[in-house]
């Protein structure tokens, strides 16, 4: 499986963030794999944002009033926007797929990782 993640690098604070991941190699409608978007700020640990899978999402309690995930399965792709951005949500972003037989909350679990895309908050 490929995953690529795409979208803007540089984001003014306050905007809403908005990134895609284009899959291959698996269909993001699979009952047996989470589909999620995971961070790392810089210096900090992976953190878990959200997921989707099975026709239902699931996000991280921190960010669910500003997270949305939405999937595409005519393109194979899911994408993620958060909105009213700052400087703390300066991160490289990745989605990853985890099987469902894992915790896909814990980014550990996760095998199969996008390149990841830096996006940064800055005015």
């Known amino acids: 499986v490929q995953l690529v993640e795409s979208g803007p690098g540089l984001v003014k604070p306050l905007q809403t963030l908005s990134l895609t991941c284009t899959v291959s190699g698996d269909s993001i409608t699979t009952k047996t794999y989470a589909w999620s978007w995971i961070r790392q700020p810089p210096g900090k640990e992976l953190e878990w944002m959200g997921a989707?899978?099975?026709?239902?999402?699931y996000y991280s309690p921190s960010l669910k009033s500003r997270a949305s995930i939405s999937g595409d399965a005519s393109k194979n792709q899911f994408t993620l926007r958060l909105s009213s951005v700052t400087p703390e949500d300066t991160a490289v972003y990745y989605c990853?797929?985890?099987?469902?037989?894992?915790?896909?909350?814990?980014?550990?679990?996760?095998?199969?990782w996008g390149q990841g895309t830096q996006v940064t908050v800055s005015s």
């Open positions: 990853a797929r985890a099987p469902l037989t894992s915790d896909y909350r814990r980014p550990d679990e996760y095998d199969d």
């Open positions: 989707i899978f099975r026709g239902s999402i």
